[in-house]
């Protein structure tokens, strides 16, 4: 089963989302899924250089309690999932297209889920520099990919377009806030939900998958019979 996931990998509760993604499909241990991990950025729009962190929450989030609330009840939905956010640790808000260059690259190499945990993690519990293309590729070297061309990707251009139209496809297609679920590219759960959200889900794509197999085989058979008459 195929599950693609829209997400940016600067925003806490996509970290969670995967933590709960991940226990769902525990919960059904004879499921084979196969996780593909698709751009989102929150802040598009910000410079190269990015944003003081305390700055970005203030014009998030206005005055210091409401800020100080979210990230409370953030930290308290990770704990719950074995996250320890760190949030202190960060020092600057970058956009994130060079993130999402970089799991791109990733998952054509086949360590893309890798990549998006180690850049959870950096981010969340180390305060990596998002937006620094060195961190970027140690985080590659620490996910199974060479560093030399992980580096010489993001220092290029390629992929640049690649991620600019997959993200333009999740918002074209109504997704507007992250993390989205698509699940066998036919169902769709939007958030951070619990893991017994996902269990229909996988049932119905499971189903369904069944139905058509069983549709394939009877007109494999059906040709046979009109081939041998």
Avoid: S
Avoid at 53 to 59: E, K, Q
Wanted: glycine share 10%.
């Amino acid at each position: 089963m195929r599950i693609d996931i829209v997400a940016d990998v600067i925003c806490p509760w996509c970290f969670v989302g995967k933590r709960r993604l991940e226990r769902a499909i525990a919960m059904r241990p004879g499921l084979a899924v196969t996780r593909i991990w698709r751009p989102f950025q929150l802040n598009p729009e910000l410079p190269p250089e990015g944003l003081p962190y305390d700055l970005y929450l203030r014009l998030k989030f206005g005055n210091g309690r409401a800020a100080v609330r979210t990230l409370a009840a953030l930290a308290a939905a990770g704990a719950r999932e074995g996250i320890e956010f760190k949030f202190d640790r960060i020092r600057r808000v970058h956009n994130t297209l060079n993130a999402h260059r970089l799991v791109r690259f990733a998952t054509a190499a086949g360590c893309g889920d890798a990549v998006v945990e180690a850049l959870f993690r950096g981010y969340f519990g180390d305060g990596l520099d998002i937006g620094d293309i060195d961190a970027l590729a140690a985080v590659a070297t620490d996910a199974g990919l060479d560093r030399t061309a992980a580096r010489a990707h993001l220092a290029g251009g390629a992929g640049t377009a690649e991620v600019l139209a997959d993200e333009q496809r999740a918002r074209r297609g109504g997704i507007e806030a992250v993390p989205c679920f698509v699940i066998a590219g036919d169902y769709a759960l939007a958030g951070a939900q619990d893991p017994e959200m996902f269990l229909p889900l996988f049932d119905l794509a499971t189903t369904a998958a069944r139905l058509e197999k069983r549709r394939e085989n009877a007109g494999d058979r059906a040709a046979l019979v009109l081939r041998d008459t």
